[in-house]
Each structure stands twice: as structure tokens, then as C-alpha cells.
């Protein structure tokens, strides 16, 4: 355990009058009774850059294995709005403070689930009871509620299932009005009120990536917020039958079409209720790996929630992980071995060009985890024999001369201390005649700089200036509100240095749109607008 956590959480407790009396006595029955922790276990998800977690549906589904497996904690059924206050004013903390205490004291991101749902209200908002205004007091007082109680909170899903499950009480809080979604941007309003502000909000819906329309309007909604600066970050919920079920299956390629759409937003994502509901162990393991690595490979995609995992505590029956003997499906085995390793890096250049210069530069995606990189160069498709075979620690290689006018393949693995990966799939370039001059600039930039283009507002014309401070392959791209790609400005390799690109909007619509620039280590999106 982290006990420099712990003892800041329970400094934290006694800060607060009213509330250190429940919440100490929810601590204390967490770490003596709850969960009793392993020294020697760790989370899966340990030292990656993404967390891998799962929901808890309420104090009672604890079990003493959780932290070798997870390190974030959703509450299911426990922060819901019906669980919580049954009849106004009458209002149950007590599972709720024992999972939140829990991720604290552990150290394990908190993410809140949830304030708005059309679904597990309390009756007294649904019944009629109470008029518009009544509604709105209700709510604001829940809103306040929530975030008074949990001030370390890292996430918070505001609106669940805005599309799918619109609540009742929605006069309340605007209805549609001038936007189409006043009653979503009323909501993540008052939660930007009453939540701290290192907090993340969150939109969260289901059934969004198998349909390009449906990606349509959730990124209508998302933009609504984004423009008013309310939303933090995407949410979609990744449940098994949003993309497979009986004589229906979403083609991969859609499922990550619409993920690379809601990433051109420039927001992170989440996948906040993950399952695969299968009862044969073979195909829950191959759906798994079709899957799960989607998502986990995504660099928008920050972290995974599972939606339960033990036999018994799941929402769909035979989503488990862990079965009535106690014992690891193949599914769960599978899942620590492929988190645990690097996953295989994706090649970016050259990729089946001709005339490459003899000393070509090898560039490809970094591999989260990855200490260190294997690649090798052949004559052979086959890798036979090779040309070169090392390991580097970069994601970029300049290679020797090489013979002119000859083909050659290359591909590239990942390892750290847990173990290597697979080949990446090879990929071939042929050599011309010419070799290139790598010496590089002087003046190298110490970070990233995406600036600010100049003039703003436009018409037709604008420059976006950018620094690079290492070789890398990047992307400046132009989007419209909607997240659409509309234009790229720059796509390739870029040696140490500063650039200018020049936007000529004579052929867009007047309007605001954003312009960003990636690479493998670094995304930045800025605002921009045209004038006509």
C-alpha cells in the first residue's frame, strides 16, 4: 500500500468537520475488513501511461485480489442519484465513501459514475410530485452534494446516455433549446460550479462507434460543450453487444474510423464500461483480442474501465473474468500478458516507396512501456538472413548506406523488463542512388510548440508556426466543428527545428475551426477563425 496516500487521505478527512466521523469509519473498514491488500501484487496497468480498471457495484463486492488486477475504481449501482437519495433529503453515502475512500487510499483513480441519467433517478423527480423549478433545485443540490463530498475525485461521467436516456425532469434544466442540448450544457455547468477544477468531465454514451451517424450527433454534443470550454473528455462505453451480437457485427474499420473522429476533437477518451459476454472461453479470448487492443493501442484513449469481472458481480452474465473455482478465465490471462508487454509498434516511413535515399531514415510509432526497440533490415521477405539486426532506444533509426536500386524489408519489435512483443507487420521501400546529409541544426527547440496562428480572425490566408525538438513523424491537420478532417497541412517526417505552414481557407466556409498538431509523444489543438 501507499501509505504517504493514505496518511494525506486521512489528513484530508480531518479537514472536514462534518463528514470525518463516516468517512474515517469507511476507511478503516476498508483496509481492516474490505481488502486485504497483497504487498506483492500490483495492478496489471502498473507504470503504463493508461490505467486499466473496473467497476465496483457497491461496498459488499470488494474482493481481496482487486489491486493485483486494477488501478482505477468506478462505482456501479453505489453513485447513481436513485441509490443515493431515495426520498428527499434521505441520503445513502455509505457504499459510495467506501469505494472513493478505497481508490484514495490505493492510490487508484476515482472516476464518478454518475450526476445526470435518465435511468435510476429517484422517484420523486419522476413521479410528478415536483414542478420545473422544484426539479432544478433538486438537482443543483445533488450536484453540490457530490462534489462537496468527493473534492478528489480524477473523473466524473456529468451526463450519462444523453442520446439513449434522457431524463424526465430535462424541462429542468433548459430542454433542448437554442443548441438542441441546453439540459447537457445546464448539467456540465453546474458541475463545473460545484466540482473541484482539477476534476474531468465527462460525457458518456454507448452504441456510438459501429454507426457513422451516431458519431455525428454524439460529436455535435461534445462540440456544444467543447465551445463553452465545459467538457474535459469523451466517454464511450465499449460493451460487447455495441459492436457484436446475434446476426449483427460492426466492421473493424468503422469502429476505428469513428474513434480516430472523436479523437480529432482533441479530447481524451475513456472507455468506461468494457465487456466481452461470451460463455465459451475461446471465443470471450479471441473477442478479446480482437477488441480490447482497439482501444488500448488508441493514443487518444487514456484508460479502460472493465464493467465487473468476478463470476457473480457482473452486469452481463458472462462477461466474468474470474470464475465460481476462483480461477483466471483465458481471457484474463491473456489480458496481464499483453498489458504488461509492449504491444507491437506501427511503422510510419518508409512504407513501400522507391528511390529512398541508401541511408534511409526508419521511423515508426513508440510502443507505450517500450524500453527498447528490435529491428531488423533484409533482402528477404522472409527475414532469411538480415541486414541489420540491433536494438535501439529511439523510435527513429539513420541507417548506413545500403546498396542502391535493391529492396528491402523491415519491421520492428518492442520489449521492456516484462517481455518483448511481436513483430510488427514488415513493410518494404527500394533504395535509389543518392545519400542524404544528416547533419542537423544547431538551433534545436527544447519542446513541442504549436503557436498560435497569425493573423486570427482570417480571410482567405493564416500561418501556424510549430517547433519540433526531435525527429518525429508528425500531423497538422485542419477540423471543423464537428470533428471532421477537412485538410492537412503537414503529414511526414520532421527533422529538429521551427516550421511555418500556411492555411489557405479560399475554399472553406466561413467559420471557427481547429487546427492540430501530433506526434507520438506530444498533441496540441488550438482555434482558429475564417472570416467571409
Known amino acids: 500500500m501507499n501509505w504517504k496516500l493514505a496518511m494525506k487521505f486521512i489528513s484530508h478527512i480531518n479537514t472536514s468537520i462534518v463528514l470525518k466521523r463516516q468517512r474515517v469509519s469507511a476507511l478503516f473498514l476498508c483496509l481492516t475488513i474490505l481488502i486485504p491488500i497483497n504487498s506483492f501484487c500490483q495492478p496489471i496497468a502498473e507504470g503504463k501511461t493508461k490505467f486499466l480498471g473496473n467497476a465496483i457495484t457497491d461496498q459488499n463486492s470488494f474482493h481481496s485480489n482487486y489491486s493485483k488486477y486494477w488501478n482505477q475504481v468506478t462505482p456501479g449501482n453505489s453513485g447513481k442519484w436513485g441509490h443515493v437519495e431515495s426520498t428527499p433529503g434521505n441520503y445513502n453515502w455509505i457504499g459510495l465513501d467506501t469505494i472513493y475512500n478505497y481508490a484514495l487510499a490505493n492510490g487508484f483513480k476515482y472516476k464518478h459514475h454518475c450526476l445526470i441519467w435518465g435511468n435510476q433517478q429517484p422517484t420523486f423527480m419522476t413521479n410528478g410530485s415536483l414542478d420545473s423549478a422544484a426539479q432544478r433545485t433538486e438537482i443543483e443540490n445533488w450536484i453540490r452534494l457530490v462534489g462537496e463530498r468527493y473534492p478528489d475525485m480524477d473523473m466524473i461521467d456529468v451526463v450519462n446516455e444523453p442520446i ?7 424541462n429542468a434544466l433548459g430542454g433542448s433549446g437554442m443548441t438542441g442540448w441546453d439540459w447537457v450544457v445546464t448539467s456540465f455547468s453546474l458541475a463545473r460550479i460545484y466540482c473541484d477544477s482539477s476534476v474531468k468531465l ?20 461534445i462540440d456544444t460543450l467543447k465551445v463553452r470550454g465545459l467538457i474535459d473528455a469523451i466517454g464511450i462505453q465499449g460493451h460487447y453487444f455495441e459492436f457484436k451480437g446475434s446476426g449483427y457485427s460492426w466492421p473493424i474499420s468503422t469502429i476505428k474510423s469513428n474513434l480516430d473522429r472523436l479523437a480529432a476533437t482533441g479530447l481524451p477518451i475513456y472507455i468506461t464500461e468494457f465487456d466481452i459476454n461470451e460463455e465459451d ?13 482497439i482501444f488500448w493501442e488508441h493514443p487518444a484513449v487514456q484508460g479502460i474501465t472493465l464493467w465487473g469481472y468476478y463470476y457473480d458481480d457482473v452486469w452481463q452474465g458472462n462477461a466474468y473474468l474470474i470464475d465460481e473455482r476462483r480461477a483466471e478465465r483465458p481471457a484474463l490471462k491473456w489480458l496481464r500478458n499483453y498489458v504488461i508487454s509492449p504491444f507491437p509498434p506501427v511503422l510510419i516511413s518508409p512504407k513501400g516507396t522507391t528511390g529512398e535515399a541508401r541511408n534511409p531514415l526508419l521511423v515508426w510509432h513508440a510502443s507505450d512501456s517500450a524500453a527498447t526497440y528490435h529491428l531488423q533490415v533484409s533482402t528477404s521477405s522472409t527475414f532469411s538472413a538480415f541486414i541489420v539486426d540491433t536494438s535501439v532506444v529511439d523510435t527513429v533509426l539513420q541507417l548506413n548506406p545500403l546498396d542502391s536500386n535493391t529492396r528491402y524489408y523491415w519491421r520492428v519489435s518492442a520489449a521492456n523488463s516484462k517481455g518483448e ?11 535509389g542512388s543518392q545519400i542524404v546529409d544528416v547533419k542537423e541544426s544547431e538551433l534545436i527547440p527544447d519542446a513541442f510548440v504549436l503557436s498560435q496562428n497569425y493573423p486570427n480572425p482570417f480571410n482567405p490566408s493564416t500561418v501556424i508556426g510549430y517547433q519540433v525538438p526531435a525527429t518525429a513523424h508528425i500531423r497538422l491537420k485542419i477540423y471543423n466543428l464537428l470533428g471532421q478532417e477537412v485538410m492537412t497541412l503537414f503529414e511526414g517526417v520532421r527533422r529538429p527545428g521551427s516550421y511555418k505552414a500556411t492555411l489557405n481557407g479560399s475554399k472553406l466556409s466561413g467559420g471557427v475551426y481547429f487546427y492540430r498538431l501530433t506526434s507520438d509523444k506530444f498533441v496540441e489543438t488550438k482555434k482558429l477563425l475564417l472570416i467571409k
Open 164 to 170: 439513449h436516456a434522457v431524463p424526465a425532469y430535462v
Open 202 to 221: 465527462i460525457l458518456n454514451e454507448y452504441s456510438i462507434l459501429g454507426d457513422y451517424n451516431a458519431t455525428s450527433t454524439y460529436l455535435r454534443i
Open 281 to 293: 472461453d475461446n471465443t470471450q479470448l479471441a473477442n478479446y483480442k480482437t477488441y480490447f487492443p
Open 421 to 431: 512483443s511481436d513483430f510488427s507487420s514488415s513493410t518494404t521501400f527500394v533504395t
